[in-house]
């Protein structure tokens, strides 16, 4: 919110090992005796083109980008809007019908399946060029 930019490198993993599997995100570890299904990021947005992701910051944030296997995540600013942010996964942009919305890693032995926002509606009013 104040104009800091800070990169952050986390750790969102599973492995498995001779007891079962470890699930990681940051620098929480967690025993599972399955590999999980889906990893939540809970994003908190305030009306005001700021929102709360306690994943990655305690502090508001104005803009946030993840890159994560074939994914490219973006929340940032817009005024025109309810709630004053849009939500973008690789070329799909999205509005809130919400201000929790989430944005769901479902997850497989293989590593990442599928990237979902929930509790949003996609934003066919916006046409990217290519």
């Known amino acids: 919110m ?3 930019q800070s990169d952050i490198n986390m750790l969102l993993g599973f492995q498995e090992n001779s007891r079962g599997w470890y ?5 929480e570890q967690l025993y599972m005796k399955k590999p999980p299904k889906a990893y939540n990021l809970i994003i908190n947005l305030d009306g ?9 910051s305690q502090k508001p944030v104005t803009h ?6 074939d994914y490219e995540i973006e929340l ?23 201000a929790h919305p989430r944005i ?10 599928h990237v979902i926002a929930e509790s949003t509606l996609r934003d066919l009013s916006i046409r990217r060029a290519n």
């Open 2 to 4: 104040d104009g800091q």
């Open 23 to 27: 699930f990681r995100a940051g620098s």
């Open 48 to 56: 005001r083109g700021q929102a709360f992701v306690s994943d990655f």
């Open 64 to 69: 946030f980008q993840i890159n994560i296997e």
């Open 76 to 98: 940032f600013q817009a005024s025109d809007i309810a709630y004053g942010m849009r939500l973008r996964i690789n070329d799909r942009q999205f509005l809130f019908d919400s």
């Open 104 to 113: 769901r890693f479902e997850l497989s032995e293989e590593g990442l399946g």
